[in-house]
């Protein structure tokens, strides 16, 4: 009997959980400018999710891309992202990845990486460049955000 009300009571939780959208603290995704290399178009793209660390409120500074192939076949299509803080701030390499990308076709945003940082009063910024299988790299894509944007 004791375990049938725990038991009751847990699944109530987990129904009340579940009921709770998930993307309630889901942070926006704002893109930047786009850039090109031979068939593919390039944008960068920046979101800012709210935290914490103790008592100090933290962003998740998360850049993602989106490639577009113009072209009549698939290609491999190679990207990578650097984040800086604007005012002083140097370039950080934040992550890099690969993907297909079909004729005619769009993918993304996919996220590149992320870094957490804490809470300040400055423009962070995000860059995002790609290249198709052997091409060379496209120009950079800037996107940016407030980082403490409320």
Same mark, same amino acid.
């Given at each position: ?17 579940? *009921?709770?959208? #998930? ?6 995704i ?7 290399? =031979? $068939?593919?178009? &390039? ?7 709210r ?13 993602y ?5 113009t ?6 299509? *190679?990207?990578? #992202? ?14 890099? =990845? $690969?993907?297909? &990308?079909?004729a ?5 945003p ?16 995000i ?5 198709a299988g052997?091409a ?15």
């Amino acid at each position: 009997m004791y375990l049938r009300r725990i038991g009751t009571i847990l699944a109530a939780a987990a129904l009340t959980v579940l *009921a709770v959208p #998930a993307t309630a603290d889901a942070a926006a995704i704002a893109c930047g400018g786009g850039t090109s290399t =031979g $068939r593919v178009a &390039v944008n960068g793209c920046i979101s800012a999710e709210r935290g914490s660390a103790g008592r100090f409120p933290t962003r998740e500074i998360t850049a993602y891309v989106k490639a577009r192939n113009t072209g009549p076949r698939g290609l491999d299509v *190679a990207y990578e #992202a650097y984040f800086r803080v604007v005012d002083g701030g140097h370039w950080e390499k934040l992550g890099s =990845g $690969r993907t297909h &990308v079909r004729a005619g076709e769009s993918v993304g945003p996919l996220e590149v990486g992320s870094s957490t940082r804490v809470c300040g009063p400055v423009k962070v910024e995000i860059r995002v460049r790609a290249k198709a299988g052997g091409a060379a790299w496209s120009g950079w894509s800037p996107a940016a955000t407030r980082q403490c944007q409320t």
